[in-house]
């Protein structure tokens, strides 16, 4: 059976024009804003992180495979960036501020900041980082469901290049003959 859609124009502009100076948040928003600027401020410190990680893992890799994988950690701190650029702006389009703030970066993280001490342990290290980040993020997309479907699909987006992340970390590891 066929379900029906009704929309009423004349509400929706009549809504629209009020509180204009929310911007992209309307009536019809149904997360908790605050919770979600919240939870999105934690997920941009744990980019930041493994920005600054994989960024001196590839500044410091040393050894006979270190210029293939410092490439890779190159590529993902780059990623990572991205990831909190795009974070940033929807914590500002929320009505938020972003927390870029170096003061408290490691405790608003999920991510822990390791140097490293071989090639071995910084695939390692990245590699735990990146299984935060996928289980963070599988569970703010689980809490805002329906509620935030813009910043629900920005972090579905996110989490399918962090597991893209993980499996390239795995593969390096098994290269070396050193995974699992």
């Not at 006979?64 to 702006?89: K, R, S, Y």
């Amino acid at each position: 059976m066929a379900k029906n859609f009704e929309s009423d124009i004349k509400k929706i502009r009549a809504r629209a024009r009020k509180h204009i100076e929310d911007g992209a948040v309307t009536a019809g928003y149904r997360a908790h804003r605050e919770t979600v600027i919240k939870l999105l401020n934690e997920a941009l410190a744990t980019e930041i992180v493994c920005v600054l990680r994989y960024r001196r893992h590839h500044f410091t890799a040393t050894g006979i495979n270190a210029q293939t994988v410092a490439a890779e950690f190159l590529l993902h701190a780059n990623e990572e960036q991205a990831h909190a650029d795009l974070i940033a702006g929807r914590i500002v389009q929320l009505g938020g501020a972003p927390n870029f703030s170096p003061e408290g970066l490691a405790t608003r993280s999920h991510a822990e900041y390791h140097d490293g001490e071989d090639l071995t342990e910084m695939i390692r290290e990245d590699l735990v980082a990146e299984r935060i980040a996928i289980d963070s993020y599988g569970e703010v997309i689980r809490y805002l469901g329906s509620d935030d479907p813009t910043t629900r699909r920005m972090l579905e987006g996110i989490l399918a290049m962090e597991e893209e992340h993980a499996d390239d970390l795995v593969s390096l590891l098994e290269e070396f003959g050193k995974g699992k």
